[in-house]
């Protein structure tokens, strides 16, 4: 026997200070929890995954028309319960090596916000991950205030950014490496020409010969052909002196990696962006809530690894560590 339906109207309530919107329900009624727990992690598996919209993936599995309100809501339950797995994991291996490197996030209505992850250079481990309204220097301290608490850094490639100016600050012994493919990418950037147009002869050559300084085999013979160049600089194209020169400063942590066995480039922190990007691009359709969101697809790629190529729509993310098919000792480092 059932009783009678009655309809009931909630309170909603939004604080002018945050923007956080609450609801307060008439006495004798509470809220009701539709599903699980567990149903709720699996959609959250799914949506780290295929980068579907909420709408679109509430539809999928056993969850049936879920709101996406209520979905963003367990994104960011999950986000900090693997922050909170992180830490309690104790110490674990690292290399020594930090790869660190930058990101804006697109919150709508034209405000950006700065994810800056670091990962461990070896295994690729998200170390840390926060997120900032700016990033100057003195966030980039406390970025690395953070970072110095988890872990001891012999080694950073970054990019050309405020973290390598302010890292010895935190860790005075470490050794600074530029990430050689932003480098690369902006030499080539320089020699760029409008449609139509094509380079002279000349600035062909300089481009090759700067470019060239990276393929060395040595740390002494790559110093000693930016030396060259250095000598000449005046008799080379304006754009390529510009490029020189600024070589030249940035001498002392361009070719570490040649001396001491260490990444060249950041491509690992790139890699984890673009293969998130679908997902953090979502983080603009809400206008709080950014830094759960972005912590947790930087630090679910620690538990979990992507299956990609023919079989991408079968076989999501497969789970990994004690009790799972697909267990494995850690790396062993130096």
Same mark, same amino acid.
């Given at each position: 026997m059932y009783v009678e339906v009655e309809r009931v109207q909630a309170m909603r309530f939004r604080c002018k200070k945050c923007g956080k919107t609450f609801a307060v329900l008439p006495e004798g009624v509470s809220f009701y929890k539709r599903f699980g727990d567990k149903d709720y992690r699996e959609m959250v598996e799914l949506r780290c995954n295929r980068g579907s919209g909420y709408r679109r993936l509430s539809r999928r599995g056993k969850i049936k028309y879920c709101s996406p309100v209520t979905m963003w809501r367990q994104m960011q339950k999950t986000g900090q319960q693997t922050l909170d797995a992180f830490f309690d994991l104790g110490e674990l291996p690292f290399s020594g090596i930090i790869i660190i490197d930058e990101k804006w996030l697109r919150m709508g209505n034209g405000i950006f916000h700065f994810g800056c992850t670091a990962l461990d250079g070896i295994t690729g481990r998200t170390i840390l991950a926060? @997120?900032?309204? +700016?990033? !100057? $220097?003195?966030? +980039?301290? $406390? /970025? *690395?205030?953070? *970072?110095?608490? *988890?872990? #001891? @850094? $012999? /080694? *950073? @490639? +970054? #990019? #050309?950014? @405020?973290?390598? !100016? !302010?890292i010895n600050k935190v860790f005075p012994g470490a050794i600074r490496q530029y990430c050689i493919f932003h480098i690369k990418k902006n030499i080539k950037k320089e020699f760029r020409v409008p449609k139509l147009m094509t380079l002279s002869d000349e600035a062909i050559n300089a481009r090759e010969e700067i470019l060239n300084i990276f393929n060395a085999d040595t740390s002494e013979e790559a110093i000693r052909r930016l030396a060259i160049l250095i000598e000449k600089r005046h008799t080379l194209p304006p754009m390529a002196q510009d490029i020189v020169n600024r070589l030249a400063s940035k001498i002392e942590g361009l070719f570490h990696y040649l001396d001491h066995d260490i990444p060249k480039t950041s491509n690992q922190a790139e890699h984890t962006f673009s293969l998130f990007q679908p997902i953090i691009d979502a983080s603009k359709s809400f206008s709080t809530g950014v830094g759960n969101f972005f912590r947790t697809i930087m630090f679910y790629k620690n538990f979990h690894f992507y299956s990609s190529g023919p079989n991408k729509d079968k076989n999501i993310m497969y789970s990994m560590g004690v009790n799972s098919d697909s267990m494995f000792d850690f790396i062993e480092l130096p």
């Amino acid at each position: 026997m059932y009783v009678e339906v009655e309809r009931v109207q909630a309170m909603r309530f939004r604080c002018k200070k945050c923007g956080k919107t609450f609801a307060v329900l008439p006495e004798g009624v509470s809220f009701y929890k539709r599903f699980g727990d567990k149903d709720y992690r699996e959609m959250v598996e799914l949506r780290c995954n295929r980068g579907s919209g909420y709408r679109r993936l509430s539809r999928r599995g056993k969850i049936k028309y879920c709101s996406p309100v209520t979905m963003w809501r367990q994104m960011q339950k999950t986000g900090q319960q693997t922050l909170d797995a992180f830490f309690d994991l104790g110490e674990l291996p690292f290399s020594g090596i930090i790869i660190i490197d930058e990101k804006w996030l697109r919150m709508g209505n034209g405000i950006f916000h700065f994810g800056c992850t670091a990962l461990d250079g070896i295994t690729g481990r998200t170390i840390l991950a926060e @997120v900032y309204p +700016a990033f !100057t $220097e003195k966030e +980039a301290k $406390e /970025f *690395l205030r953070i *970072l110095s608490k *988890l872990v #001891d @850094v $012999e /080694f *950073l @490639v +970054a #990019d #050309d950014s @405020v973290i390598q !100016t !302010t890292i010895n600050k935190v860790f005075p012994g470490a050794i600074r490496q530029y990430c050689i493919f932003h480098i690369k990418k902006n030499i080539k950037k320089e020699f760029r020409v409008p449609k139509l147009m094509t380079l002279s002869d000349e600035a062909i050559n300089a481009r090759e010969e700067i470019l060239n300084i990276f393929n060395a085999d040595t740390s002494e013979e790559a110093i000693r052909r930016l030396a060259i160049l250095i000598e000449k600089r005046h008799t080379l194209p304006p754009m390529a002196q510009d490029i020189v020169n600024r070589l030249a400063s940035k001498i002392e942590g361009l070719f570490h990696y040649l001396d001491h066995d260490i990444p060249k480039t950041s491509n690992q922190a790139e890699h984890t962006f673009s293969l998130f990007q679908p997902i953090i691009d979502a983080s603009k359709s809400f206008s709080t809530g950014v830094g759960n969101f972005f912590r947790t697809i930087m630090f679910y790629k620690n538990f979990h690894f992507y299956s990609s190529g023919p079989n991408k729509d079968k076989n999501i993310m497969y789970s990994m560590g004690v009790n799972s098919d697909s267990m494995f000792d850690f790396i062993e480092l130096p």
